[in-house]
């Protein structure tokens, strides 16, 4: 029969389309076998052995993302975020030497800085907005890797794709894009030259707040791309059956919620643009952010549902600001349904990078004018009642966030 589900928004919503075989139920069950029987022959009638190497609920979350990030592109599911960001830098060999941008998701940062040493990377933080700073930075034939985030956490820069994949093409560099926070929706790397594309599943792929896993893609099937799976079998970072499962429930309302979280983020970057309690609002949709014409011309049908404000009157307004909010829950993590703020730095730990004002929201899927109101009362309130910076649980704490 014809092949008529084409767009990415009826693959999601529809599962790709699949019903099960078994059953034929329109949901997928959750297949929980940790082995699978072996033929008097030897064989497996699937070709799968044991599940910490292949899963086929993972399978069907795999292929639905491998889907909407295109381009015939292949899928791993991980147990974190973090274990597949990990899997790619530790799939490189001792004295490769490793290009990242210098805003990117902390515990990136933390983990290159800790690990990649012994691990034998030679690791250096550039800045990847700045394509003659790639440029400069590339080391030909030392080079193997370009990593960035776009939009990067928490400043929300915006690295230009197409180009710095150009770049670092030319000099036989592979470039993996941490997609998180863009998801598919926005933005697909591929399409812009990426080899690689990462994500935390745990935030808008699953949405609900309640998985941790993650992904790696890869443009094209290759000796690297082997290492990374068979990184994944040999140190066990598989996610759990019941994870891929939610995941792959999580991603049939991924359209609705990524578009409805993005209008409501340009609408309160919009009505805060410019409020005298704050001395800034990061958005990439503002045509005053410095990526705005790079965001506009790469993310398709919106800028995101990440944005920071910065709170005049440094820290101690900035915390009095966090106390007063109701609508927001005061949480660290991203790309649920419910709209959570945090003082980042507090979140990251001392050596935390992120400027002291700032605070960093993530719309969820509220109504618009609930969330408006909350932070106006709040920011209002706050004006009119400083309060002295509390250390905060988290501030002494190094982060995990
Ligand atoms: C952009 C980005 N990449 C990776 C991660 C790590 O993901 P996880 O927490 O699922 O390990 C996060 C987590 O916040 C993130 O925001």
Not at 17 to 25: F, H, I, M, T
Not at 166 to 176: S, T
Not at 252 to 275: K, N, P
Request: with cysteine; net charge negative.
């Amino acid at each position: 029969m014809e092949q008529r589900l084409v767009s990415p928004e009826t693959l999601a919503a529809q599962g790709l389309g699949e019903a099960d075989p078994a059953s034929g139920g329109l949901t997928p069950v959750i297949n929980l076998s940790t082995n699978y029987e072996q033929q008097p022959d030897g064989s497996h009638r699937q070709g799968r052995v044991y599940t910490r190497a292949d899963n086929p609920t993972s399978e069907q979350a795999e292929r639905l993302l491998a889907a909407l990030e295109g381009g015939g592109c292949a899928c791993a599911l991980f147990g974190s975020g973090m274990a597949a960001a990990t899997a790619v830098f530790q799939s490189l060999l001792p004295g490769d030497h490793v290009l990242v941008s210098r805003v990117l998701y902390w515990g990136v940062r933390k983990w290159l800085a800790e690990f990649a040493l012994t691990w034998g990377l030679d690791v250096e933080f550039t800045d990847t907005t700045d394509p003659d700073a790639v440029v400069a930075a590339i080391r030909p034939g030392r080079t193997r890797l370009l990593w960035t985030e776009t939009p990067a956490n928490p400043m929300w820069e915006i690295t230009d794709l197409a180009s710095v994949c150009e770049l670092a093409h030319a000099a036989g560099v592979r470039v993996a894009v941490d997609n998180t926070v863009a998801t598919p929706v926005l933005t697909r790397p591929f399409e812009h030259g990426a080899d690689l594309v990462v994500h935390s599943a745990t935030k808008y792929l699953n949405g609900h707040g309640d998985v941790l896993a993650g992904a790696v893609l890869t443009a094209r099937p290759d000796p690297f791309w082997e290492r990374i799976r068979s990184w994944r079998r040999n140190a066990g970072a598989m996610p759990g059956p019941f994870e891929a499962w939610l995941l792959q429930r999580g991603m049939r309302t991924l359209f609705l919620r990524v578009q409805r979280a993005s209008q409501t983020a340009l609408a309160i970057a919009t009505h805060f643009h410019g409020h005298p309690a704050l001395t800034g609002v990061l958005y990439p949709g503002l045509p005053d952010h410095p990526g705005h014409q790079i965001a506009a011309r790469q993310m398709t049908g919106g800028f995101g549902g990440m944005l920071s404000i910065r709170v005049t009157g440094g820290a101690a307004h900035a915390h009095a600001v966090l106390r007063e909010v109701q609508v927001f829950k005061r949480a660290t993590s991203l790309g649920g349904v419910e709209s959570l703020i945090e003082h980042r730095r507090s979140s990251e730990g001392p050596s935390s990078p992120v400027p002291d004002d700032l605070l960093r929201l993530s719309v969820g899927i509220e109504a618009p004018v609930d969330l408006i109101t909350d932070l106006e009362t709040a920011l209002d309130t706050a004006s009119r009642r400083p309060a002295p910076v509390p250390p905060g649980p988290g501030a002494s704490r190094e982060a995990v966030r």
